[in-house]
């Protein structure tokens, strides 16, 4: 009995500490948390686009990502910021872009077809190339995928603190969930550390985990020469 506690309580933990991470990442993809901190550290100074729109692209990828996965909203919100954008030329007296996405393309601001080809061979300063939106794609199949295992492993880790309760005293439900906690704030450490001492490191061997198909390093080499 007790080696079966031992293996309950460290399935427990283990359990206990996705669940954590879990809870935690759901949180900051929620609509207002994504809003609030894309309006903090929208990089505005270096983009052609102000804030605002930057923050407006920043609500739609989360949508396209986590939530209702329509590309062809995504694809719509970038059209309208480029619109604005290139009015914005155009009042001022200047020549848009060579490398602009070609918006005359677009009659139909629903039609997916139609929006991929006006951003065609543009620049990835007014648009998501075709990887950068494979790899969104990507990221709404792994939450997809991994959903129900992070709702199962949330199953475990209750019954298995239900379990410590019942069979041995209050005392060893607070370790565990302490043990869990700290297990999680251990790894995130050792993980900023890394991120901090060598963060393309750490980029690249994090995309290389959860997206083998490496359409995501495109976005590495973006980050790198910005």
């Given at each position: 009995?007790?080696?079966?506690k031992g293996i309950v309580a460290i399935l427990t933990t283990i359990t206990l500490a996705v669940s954590f991470v879990a809870a935690g990442f759901a949180a900051c993809i929620q609509p207002p948390v994504t809003h609030?901190?894309?309006s903090w550290f929208a990089k505005d100074a270096i983009s052609p686009f102000d804030r605002t729109q930057l923050v407006e692209v920043a609500d739609a990828t989360r949508e396209f990502s986590f939530g209702s996965h329509n590309e062809a909203e995504l694809y719509r919100v970038i059209f309208l910021v480029d619109t604005e954008y290139q009015q914005s030329i155009l009042d001022a007296g200047g020549t848009v872009p060579?490398?602009?996405p070609r918006l005359d393309r677009v009659t139909?601001?629903?039609s997916l077809?139609?929006?991929k080809s006006a951003f065609a061979g543009a620049s990835e300063?007014?648009?998501?190339s075709e990887n950068t939106v494979s790899h969104l794609d990507d990221?709404?199949?792994l939450a997809a995928r991994a959903f129900p295992l992070l709702i199962i492993a949330a199953a475990v880790a209750l019954v298995g603190l239900v379990f410590t309760g019942v069979t041995g005293r209050k005392r060893s439900v607070g370790i565990t969930l302490m043990a869990a906690g700290i297990a999680v704030l251990v790894a995130f450490v050792a993980l900023g550390v890394w991120a901090v001492v060598d963060f393309d490191g750490f980029f690249r061997m994090f995309h290389q985990l959860f997206f083998s198909q490496g359409n995501w390093e495109?976005?590495?080499d973006l980050r790198a020469a910005n």
């Open positions: 009995m007790k080696v079966f609030t901190l894309s060579g490398d602009f139909d601001r629903s077809p139609q929006l300063l007014y648009c998501y990221c709404y199949s495109q976005l590495a």
